[in-house]
């Protein structure tokens, strides 16, 4: 099992900036992506940035110049830099870790099984 934390989350105003930080623990050596998803209220969860081991990164179109994800794999911890904010960022921030697992509820799976980890989620609020 993988436990993540996040901090960070606030009220800014409008072009302002927020650093967002999420440390993972336990099982940290299933990890191979880390990633940070956003929902806003009535509105489906979304891929905000994510970040692989090798250091690759995803970035949703609409946060793309303005957020910058970074990963540290020796402190596993996972930071999103967000410049600019707009009213429209305002969502809960998740925290996600992702890994491959070679066994799963007693089943062995060669190729590995793709499992999720979420943080509860760290509010964030831009003020127009």
């Known amino acids: 099992q993988v436990q993540l934390v996040e901090s960070g989350g606030g009220l800014v105003q409008a072009g302002g900036s927020l650093r967002l930080s999420c440390a993972a623990s336990g099982s940290t050596f299933l990890i191979n992506r880390m990633a940070w998803y956003r929902q806003a209220p009535g509105e489906q969860r979304e891929l905000v940035a994510r970040?692989?081991?090798?250091?690759?990164?995803n970035y949703a179109e609409s946060v793309k110049g303005r957020f910058t994800i970074s990963g540290d794999n020796a402190k596993n911890m996972v930071s999103l830099q967000m410049n600019r904010l707009k009213p429209e960022d305002t969502a809960v921030y998740y925290c996600?870790?992702?890994?491959?697992?070679?066994?799963?509820?007693?089943?062995?799976?060669?190729?590995?099984?793709?499992?999720?980890?979420w943080g509860e989620g760290t509010l964030v609020t831009v003020s127009s």
């Open positions: 970040v692989s081991t090798d250091g690759t990164t």
């Open positions: 996600n870790a992702g890994g491959l697992l070679s066994y799963h509820r007693g089943r062995y799976y060669p190729g590995g099984y793709d499992i999720d980890y």
